[in-house]
Nanobody
């Protein structure tokens, strides 16, 4: 069974930066893609970033230009560099992985709080 573990969450001031990391453990093959989602209290889970199968990153407009995903779908490890953080970025961030059979795996989540 694939297990994803996130780390790097914490409290940061607006305009600050934070880096999240995610690594897969357990027996598994290379992933088709990996990415990040977030969920704030009372809101639905929102897509944040994807490392596509070709290795190219993809982002929604809400974080484009501020967040950077990197890593390797083969090594099953990704990071999310978050810059120019805003209070609205506050959420629990979840690592996601998708295998070649289109199964999805989720991490336990790590809290990111942007506040002064």
């Amino acid at each position: 069974q694939v297990q994803l573990v996130e780390s790097g969450g914490g409290l940061v001031q607006p305009g600050g930066s934070l880096k999240l990391s995610c690594a897969a453990s357990g027996r598994s093959f290379a992933m088709y893609s990996m990415g990040w989602y977030r969920q704030a209290p009372g809101k639905q889970r929102e897509w944040v970033a994807t490392l596509t199968s070709s290795g190219a990153p993809n982002y929604p407009d809400s974080v484009k230009g501020r967040f950077t995903i990197s890593g390797s779908n083969v090594k099953k490890s990704v990071t999310l560099q978050m810059d120019s953080l805003k209070p609205e970025d506050t959420a629990v961030y979840y690592c996601n992985a998708r295998d070649y059979e289109l199964n999805h795996f989720w991490g336990q989540g790590t809290q990111v709080t942007v506040s002064s």
